[in-house]
């Protein structure tokens, strides 16, 4: 994306005074109503001060962080094989797309509460919770995104991977290679997804 791109749509780092302005409104407001909650017949652990968020936060250990993070980090690979896998399958199988996409369309518009509390229903470990709900809400997004990316594929690239007469498994590898690129919307270069798809097959795809 272009450098003046980036200004426009508001991603080149920098806060405009609109947004500073929003976040201390926000912040103000969350901190009054922490105050009130009580007369308001809110639970106080509902709206927190910040006071009590700093000190809960000071409570944690790098132990705890790391635990988080590794169950996050693996739900989200979990989730993103599992979705490239079925991605695949649906590539290579026009029936199997017609049966998986109408149910992925269904899963995408649940709420992410909603599969909160079906994780806190059906199971009892927070493993299973942490990666049934990433899994869930995480794994459509790989699927739809990768599917989408492998589909946008020029078609003289195609035309090109066929020439080598390859299996499907090895062209639906040449797809992927390339699919970055097409899922943003961009032309995948000569130099690159030809040549890698040329590197694999000189290693012995032959």
Do not use: K
């Amino acid at each position: 994306m272009h450098p003046e791109e980036y200004r426009e749509a508001g991603l080149d780092g920098r806060f405009s005074r609109q947004a500073v302005l929003s976040v201390l409104i926000f912040a103000a407001l969350w901190e009054a109503l922490s105050y009130l909650a009580p007369a308001l017949g809110i639970p106080a652990f509902a709206i927190p001060s910040f006071a009590r968020i700093g000190r809960s936060l000071l409570t944690i250990t790098p132990i705890d962080v790391l635990v988080t993070l590794a169950r996050v980090i693996g739900a989200l690979i979990a989730s993103f094989v599992l979705g490239v896998a079925l991605a695949i399958l649906m590539y290579q199988s026009q029936r199997l797309e017609n049966y998986l996409r109408p149910m992925i369309r269904l899963f995408m518009a649940v709420p992410v509460v909603s599969w909160i509390l079906f994780a806190v229903l059906w199971f009892r470990g927070v493993e299973f919770r942490i990666a049934f709900v990433l899994i869930a809400v995480c794994g459509p997004v790989f699927l739809i995104d990768a599917f989408d990316a492998m589909r946008n594929v020029p078609r003289e690239l195609r035309r090109m991977v066929r020439s080598f007469r390859p299996t499907a498994a090895r062209s639906t590898a040449s797809w992927t290679l390339c699919a970055p690129r097409s899922r943003l919307g961009r032309r995948p270069r000569s130099r690159s997804c030809p040549r890698s798809w040329a590197r694999t097959h000189q290693a012995g795809w032959r």
